[in-house]
């Protein structure tokens, strides 16, 4: 049996997940999170195989949570299954210890498939990932500008992007205004961008955003 732990804001979604995965017969649902703190509790006490993971989350988004699971003792299987495109987070996500990551679009047969993979102790990668990967390696220049950003400042360049305003950044990642703000100052800095204008044409360049 495959014991499975889901993390995810929306009472819904774990809801739904829970249903299609307890269905397959061979994977229980041990615990359900909301955000990190209830996570951090489940960690404690709790003992699982898999861990369904969304990346937004209130307070600490689910790359930091990814991070901090590196100082756990024993290595945490995780399934990032996120709202979010892969090539917007698939590539950091797994840089940051996940083994594998969907679309929360994605057929539940197929989420089905990535957890037993991933319960094996093998990466669950799917094509558009892997051709992402395959085109990384291809570049001789090292990084593009965007990948040299730290998580907060690429989850805040995405947002800048699409037209959202500094005070609702700082709401949905869980930051003051003022500290959203410098890290628009950073994105700025690093990819030599004047204005959200010059952002949302980088993203829109680099395939970020549609």
């Known amino acids: 049996m495959i014991r499975v732990v889901l ?11 829970r249903d299609s995965l307890t269905e397959a017969g061979d994977i229980r ?3 359900e999170a909301g ?6 509790q489940l960690l404690h006490d709790t003992e699982f195989d898999v861990l369904l993971l969304d990346i937004n989350l ?8 990814l991070h901090s699971l590196g100082d756990h003792p024993t290595r945490i299987r995780v399934l990032v299954l996120t709202m979010y495109p892969e090539d917007q987070y698939a ?23 990535a957890v037993r993979t991933i319960h094996a102790g093998r990466k669950y990668i799917t094509p558009a990932i892997a051709e992402a990967l395959a085109e990384r390696l291809s570049i001789d220049d090292s ?15 995405l947002r800048l992007s ?17 500290t959203v703000s410098v890290y628009r ?8 961008l004047q204005s959200n204008a010059d952002l949302t044409a980088y993203c829109l360049r680099n395939g970020l955003i549609d």
Do not use: W
């Open 91 to 113: 590539i950091r996500a797994l840089k940051a210890g996940a083994m594998g990551y969907l679309n929360k679009s994605a057929d539940p047969t197929q989420i089905l498939a």
């Open 185 to 192: 100052a950073r994105v700025l800095e690093k990819l030599s």
């Open 29 to 31: 649902i041990v615990g």
């Open 143 to 157: 990084e593009k500008p965007h990948e040299r950003l730290s998580d907060r400042e690429f989850q805040t360049l």
């Open 58 to 65: 209130p307070g600490r988004s689910g790359l930091d949570v």
């Open 162 to 178: 699409t037209g959202q305003r500094l005070s609702d950044i700082a709401v949905e990642l869980n930051l003051s205004p003022k």
């Open 35 to 40: 955000d990190y703190g209830e996570l951090r």
């Open 7 to 17: 993390v995810d804001d929306h009472a819904l979604i774990r809801r739904g997940l």
